[in-house]
């Protein structure tokens, strides 16, 4: 059975930091995309950002709104992806998932997000 | 303010079609293949439709997706109540290099 469990949400200060973590299995991580979409509450979707995968040689990259502030990182060996997030904002409260594209007849469609996490609640308030 | 337009709300009856729009521009939907999300109260996100029209196993052929130029189109027939949800269309866009979406529609059953 493929799953996704994020976890490391917490209360922090704005300023602060936080990790996130995303461990997976029932699939070969390194062959798939896996990315990272929060949602506000009450808001809609936000992608924050993507790492590829082996193939792609685990480029990265970044929503407008996180850039230069969030680094995801992976280890194939602990089957994991991680989103280190510094400078953190009030507006960045939300819930944050981890996600997975859909593969289908050995092509990959890397926006189409079949497998979801249940989330992990992150809150930035003083 | 999304980089892709859709409406927030929708309305229809019982047994009827909708359609709901996603609005982008040459450097997304122009470019690349669209998805569409479903989001019932309290859940996580569902894909729905994904290379613009094809749909996963599991998802009825109520459901489907087309795109046009700029613009792509989810629409729903025999509407349940069940089907009452946020729905929401994501594509990557090459000039921002990242994953866009549409702010979502409302969808509600009468």
């Known amino acids: 059975e493929v799953q996704l469990v994020e976890s490391g949400g917490h209360l922090v200060q704005p300023g602060g930091s936080l990790r996130l973590s995303c461990v997976v299995s029932?699939?070969?991580?390194?062959?798939?995309?896996i990315d990272w979409v929060r949602q506000a509450p009450g808001k809609g979707l936000e992608w924050v950002g993507r790492?590829?995968?082996?193939?792609?040689?685990?480029?990265?990259d970044y929503g407008a709104s996180v850039k230069g502030r969030f680094t995801l990182s992976r280890h194939d060996s602990e089957k994991s992806v991680y989103l280190q997030m510094n400078s953190l904002k009030t507006e960045d409260t939300a819930v944050y998932y981890c996600?997975?594209?859909?593969?289908?007849?050995?092509?990959?469609?890397?926006?189409?997000?079949?497998?979801w996490g249940r989330g992990t609640m992150v809150t930035v308030s003083s | 303010q999304s980089v892709l337009t859709q409406p927030p709300s929708v309305s229809a009856a019982r047994g009827q079609k909708v359609t709901i729009s996603c609005s982008g521009s040459?450097?997304?939907?122009?470019?690349?293949?669209v998805s569409w999300f479903q989001q019932l109260p309290g859940t996580v996100p569902k894909l729905l439709i994904y290379?613009?029209?094809k749909r996963p196993s599991g998802i009825p052929d109520r459901f489907s997706g087309s795109k046009s130029g700029t613009s792509a189109t989810l629409g729903i027939t025999g509407l349940q109540t069940g089907d009452e949800a946020d729905y929401y269309c994501?594509?990557?866009?090459?000039?921002?290099?990242?994953?866009?979406f549409g702010g979502g529609t409302k969808l509600t059953v009468l």
């Open positions: 996600v997975r594209e859909y593969q289908s007849g050995g092509r990959y469609y890397h926006d189409a997000y079949e497998m």
């Open positions: 040459s450097s997304n939907i122009g470019k690349e293949y």
């Open positions: 029932g699939f070969t991580f390194s062959d798939y995309y």
């Open positions: 790492t590829r995968n082996k193939r792609r040689r685990y480029t990265t």
């Open positions: 290379d613009s029209d």
């Open positions: 994501g594509v990557w866009d090459n000039s921002l290099t990242a994953v866009v």
